[in-house]
């Protein structure tokens, strides 16, 4: 396999025999059979996005011995998991499976906040909101209200008294969730590695290839020359999975490019601190835009939620485009009028791996048994990484079935139709 490209060797497999050799996860044996730990098997997960450190810490707390890899550092700048932050929040319309899992992983991501010298989780809070009475809302306040989660339904008026640095014309309510907030995404990432190795984890830093396309995966090769034989796999390579698996994944991840603008706040404002100002999102009909307070000195956050072109994750352009940055400040403008005029100080450009729904990955590779594929974190991944390791930790090691249809190979159409928000 070339540097981030498909599989080597020759084609032993159709794409037509590869995609009719699926079955679906449900019904598959365990990849592993418990392991004890005196008698540990060991796992190779490969990508040290959030999606694979955190696979790679539940497979080390169920007592397997873990080697977790990653071509150029866990949560590097070119990664999805790279950069700055990222927003979790419970707000998921119908799609309260999500919910359940953002509330689940927030347990994990304060615990690791609370070990870490700087902070992971700040609890800023999150506001959505929303012009018209849409049913992403009602159905967000149901299953909020079934976990017994304390949101607030907000009305234009308290939002405006309550948040003076948005401008809510035209806006009819407001979700206010005070225990979510903001994950310092790469220090997240780093600092999970770190403590994974700490626990006795291996971590190592090499470009990864592989030579077979059926039969169960004995090794890895590296690029430096060495191999990593294993008992099982884990791939986690975020936007370089269609590249890594062409015929498997080729036509169901989609990476877009997505830009993303930091702004000074008036100097000696304090209202757009994280202890006055929350992580917001205009709903705006699924068009969202959405942002952050100044978290640490970097900068207000701005971003447009829409998917941007497609792109190649090795060879896409870092430099932030001016169309999108008119286009961010346009809305800045006219949402955030204390800002206007305001310095740009920053800007990161990265890719969402998409997948065709918004749904994640979590399944077997169909001809290579001993493979799990996780993937597809469609723009919304970063804060269910620890619930998304753990169900894929599960699938090596536990009882063999994955709980979760939609996040099964099957489930995964060749055609973009996002519906998860
Ligand atoms: C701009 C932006 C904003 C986002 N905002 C949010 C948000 O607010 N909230 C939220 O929850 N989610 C958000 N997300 C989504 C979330 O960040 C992603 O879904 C998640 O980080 C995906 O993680 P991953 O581990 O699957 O992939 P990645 O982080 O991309 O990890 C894949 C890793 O695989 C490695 N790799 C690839 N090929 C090889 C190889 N051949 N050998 C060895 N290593 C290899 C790469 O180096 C990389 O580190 C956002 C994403 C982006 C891009």
Same mark, same amino acid.
């Given at each position: 396999m070339s540097k981030g490209g498909g599989l080597k060797g020759s084609p032993l497999m159709t794409r037509r025999s590869v995609m009719g050799g699926m079955t679906a996860g449900a019904l598959a044996p365990a990849v592993l059979r418990a392991a004890k730990s005196d008698n540990a098997a060991h796992v190779a997960v490969i990508g040290a996005g959030v999606f694979g450190a955190w696979t790679a810490e539940h497979l080390r707390r169920a007592g397997h011995r873990v080697t977790l890899v990653d071509m150029a550092g866990p949560a590097n700048s070119r990664a999805s998991s790279g950069g700055e932050s990222r927003m979790t929040r419970g707000a998921y319309g119908r799609d309260n499976i999500y919910t359940r899992m953002a509330f689940d992983s927030l347990k994990e991501w304060k615990a690791l906040s609370a070990t870490s010298g700087l902070p992971i989780f700040i609890p800023h809070g999150v506001l959505f909101f929303f012009q018209t009475e849409e049913a992403y809302l009602s159905d967000s306040i149901t299953a909020h209200r079934?976990?017994? *989660?304390?949101?607030?339904?907000?009305?234009?008026?308290?939002?405006?008294?309550? =948040?003076?640095?948005?401008? !809510?014309?035209?806006?009819?309510?407001?979700?206010?969730?005070?225990? =979510?907030?903001?994950?310092? #995404?790469?220090?997240?990432?780093?600092? *999970?590695?770190?403590?994974?190795?700490?626990?006795?984890?291996?971590y190592r830093q090499e470009l990864t290839e592989v030579d077979q396309q059926s039969g169960p995966l004995k090794s890895v090769r590296f690029s430096s020359g060495s191999t990593l034989d294993a008992d099982a796999f884990v791939f986690a390579l975020g936007p370089w999975l269609p590249k890594f698996f062409p015929d498997v994944l080729g036509h169901r991840i989609f990476a877009t490019r997505q830009e993303i603008f930091y702004f000074a706040a008036p100097e000696g404002d304090r209202r757009f601190l994280p202890e006055a100002m929350p992580g917001w999102a205009d709903f705006n009909a699924c068009d969202m835009y959405y942002g952050f307070p100044d978290l640490e000195a970097r900068g207000v956050k =701005?971003?447009?939620?829409?998917?941007?072109?497609?792109?190649?994750?090795?060879?896409?352009?870092?430099? &932030?485009?001016? #169309?999108?940055?008119?286009?961010?400040?346009? =809305?800045?403008?006219?949402?955030?009028?204390?800002?206007?005029? &305001?310095? *740009?100080?920053? &800007?990161?450009?990265?890719?969402?791996?998409?997948?065709?729904?918004?749904? !994640? *990955?979590?399944?077997?590779h169909p001809a290579m048994h001993n493979v799990v594929l996780v993937g597809g974190g469609s723009g919304h991944g970063f804060k269910h990484g620890p619930e998304v390791g753990r169900l894929a930790a599960e699938l090596i090691s536990g009882g063999g079935a994955q709980s979760e249809p939609r996040f099964t190979l099957d489930t995964k159409a060749q055609t973009q139709s996002r519906e998860v928000h």
């Open positions: 079934a976990l017994g *989660l304390p949101t607030e339904l907000l009305s234009g008026a308290e939002m405006s008294r309550r =948040f003076p640095m948005i401008d !809510f014309t035209g806006i009819h309510a407001g979700l206010f969730e005070p225990g =979510f907030g903001a994950l310092m #995404a790469r220090r997240a990432v780093q600092t *999970l590695v770190q403590r994974f190795v700490a626990a006795g984890g291996q =701005f971003a447009h939620d829409q998917h941007g072109v497609a792109v190649d994750p090795d060879t896409q352009s870092r430099e &932030a485009t001016r #169309a999108a940055l008119d286009e961010v400040i346009a =809305f800045r403008d006219r949402r955030f009028p204390l800002l206007k005029g &305001a310095r *740009l100080t920053g &800007a990161e450009v990265c890719q969402y791996e998409n997948s065709s729904n918004g749904d !994640f *990955l979590i399944d077997r």
